[in-house]
């Protein structure tokens, strides 16, 4: 069994910075694409950032050149660092993973953010 463990979450005031991570634990072969996605309350989840098994990354227009995803192979854990926070990017945060092809995502972690 798979699971996602995420951390990082949490207050912070607008303009400030956050590093959120999630790491894989279980019977692993291979991890292809890692992921953010967050939402918002009564908005649908949507992605924030992609990072693939090649290095090659994606985001949402609105977190460019605020946020960067990275990732560490050996330790299976992907990484977000947000900085420059708005109060729009409060939201419950999701990491997703393609793990031996099949898809899982983390609990979730909050993160406020206070203008």
């Known amino acids: 069994q798979v699971q996602l463990m995420e951390s990082g979450g949490g207050l912070v005031q607008a303009g400030g910075s956050l590093r959120l991570s999630c790491a894989a634990s279980?019977?692993?072969?291979?991890?292809?694409?890692m992921g953010w996605y967050r939402q918002a309350p009564g908005k649908q989840r949507e992605l924030v950032a992609s990072i693939t098994s090649g290095g090659s990354t994606n985001y949402v227009d609105s977190v460019k050149g605020r946020f960067t995803i990275s990732r560490d192979n050996a330790k299976k854990t992907v990484y977000l660092q947000m900085n420059s926070l708005k109060s729009e990017d409060t939201a419950v945060y999701y990491c997703?993973?393609?793990?031996?092809?099949?898809?899982?995502w983390g609990q979730g972690t909050q993160v406020t953010v206070s203008s």
């Open positions: 279980g019977k692993i072969r291979s991890i292809n694409t």
């Open positions: 997703r993973f393609i793990v031996d092809a099949r898809l899982y």
